[in-house]
């Protein structure tokens, strides 16, 4: 069966740390895969998907990148933090059109 | 506008029926989603519609999709205090989605 895994599932970071989010897949081959960022009382905000292995596409242009050095793996990261970035990071795949399927999800406070 | 708009809250008594609404303004989309996401939770698939279809029952959920208005609805049937979620409605656009701001459901005993 497929599973997401996203970690940690909380984290508190001060201002100007580096981040790095890491979620992988299992079960399922090539997977599209997203980073959305869901700010308190907002709703989601697309932030990165990749169609495969060194493919990234930015939605939004912010301090944050995104890598996949494997297929099933996705990570989200920034070289310093901004208070801005506080908010509950969540990991997606898809394959085709039937839906994402979402991981736990990373409350990130940056103080 | 938002290209996916909902109502932000809405509050029921148990065991009423919910209806959480949702507009968009591009109908190009294959499939329609609604998404549910319980406190501290990532989201999870409620149900889906293909866009060529005007209602589809799953159990104590009804969606019904008005093509001409653009409109979305998500009806909960007997509602209880475990329906208690911010409901997403979502909309697909080639291999990416759409998410609508979400709507809190509170359910009051």
């Known amino acids: 069966s497929q599973t997401i895994h996203q970690w940690p599932a909380t984290l508190v970071q001060p201002v100007g740390s580096p981040l790095s989010l890491e979620c992988t897949v299992e079960?399922?081959?090539?997977?599209?895969l997203y980073w959305y960022r869901q700010a308190a009382g907002r709703g989601l905000q697309l932030l990165f998907y990749?169609?495969?292995?060194?493919?990234i596409s930015s939605e939004v242009p912010q301090n944050l990148s995104a890598s996949r050095p494997q297929d099933r793996q996705f990570i989200l990261s920034s070289k310093k933090l901004l208070l801005s970035d506080s908010g509950f990071y969540l990991c997606?795949?898809?394959?085709?059109?039937?839906?994402?399927?979402f991981g736990s999800g990373t409350r990130l406070t940056v103080v | 506008g938002e290209d996916v708009e909902q109502s932000l809250f809405l509050s029921v008594r148990e065991g009423d029926s919910s209806v959480i609404n949702c507009t968009y303004t591009?109908?190009?989309?294959?499939?329609l989603y609604w998404y549910k996401q319980e406190p501290g939770a990532g989201l999870q698939l409620l149900t889906y519609?293909?866009?060529?279809?005007d209602m589809k029952q799953d159990q104590r959920l009804t969606v019904l999709l008005n093509k001409k208005d653009k409109h979305l609805s998500l009806r909960i049937a007997d509602t209880q205090t475990g329906d208690s979620a911010i409901y997403f409605c979502?909309?697909?656009?080639?291999?990416?989605?759409?998410f609508g701001p979400g709507t809190r459901l509170s359910v009051l005993p």
């Open positions: 997606a795949w898809s394959v085709g059109e039937y839906g994402y399927t």
């Open positions: 079960g399922t081959s090539n997977p599209n």
């Open positions: 990749s169609v495969g292995i060194g493919q």
């Open positions: 591009d109908s190009s989309s294959t499939y």
């Open positions: 519609i293909f866009s060529n279809m």
């Open positions: 979502a909309r697909n656009y080639g291999q990416n989605f759409v």
